[in-house]
Nanobody
Framework: QVQLVESGGGLVQPGGSLRLSCAAS????????MGWYRQGPGKQRELVAKINSVGRTIYVDSVKGRFTISRDNAKNTVYLQMNSLKPEDTAVYYC?????????WGQGTQVTVSS
């Protein structure tokens, strides 16, 4: 069973930055596309960014130019660098493979952007 543990969330002012991390209990990164997802208040969970096994990245339009997804296969970790944060980025952020596996959802990490 794979466990994914997200960390790095917190409260930040608009325009600020955060770096999220997602650590896996075992190596799944080498062959899987990994994604960061988020679920805002009253909203459905959505894909924010994904990165394939060779490092190709895709972002949802609302975060292009502000967020950067990266991976370290040796550390079984995927990252999400978030800059120029906006209040609408407030959400619980999760990582999972892409397409997501329902058995892999973790607790997520809360990101709150507010002044």
């Amino acid at each position: 069973q794979v466990q994914l543990v997200e960390s790095g969330g917190g409260l930040v002012q608009p325009g600020g930055s955060l770096r999220l991390s997602c650590a896996a209990s075992r190596s799944i990164f080498k062959t899987y596309t990994m994604g960061w997802y988020r679920q805002g208040p009253g909203k459905q969970r959505e894909l924010v960014a994904k990165i394939n096994s060779v490092g190709r990245t895709i972002y949802v339009d609302s975060v292009k130019g502000r967020f950067t997804i990266s991976r370290d296969n040796a550390k079984n970790t995927v990252y999400l660098q978030m800059n120029s944060l906006k209040p609408e980025d407030t959400a619980v952020y999760y990582c999972n493979i892409y397409p997501p596996n329902g058995d892999y959802w973790g607790q997520g990490t809360q990101v709150t952007v507010s002044s």
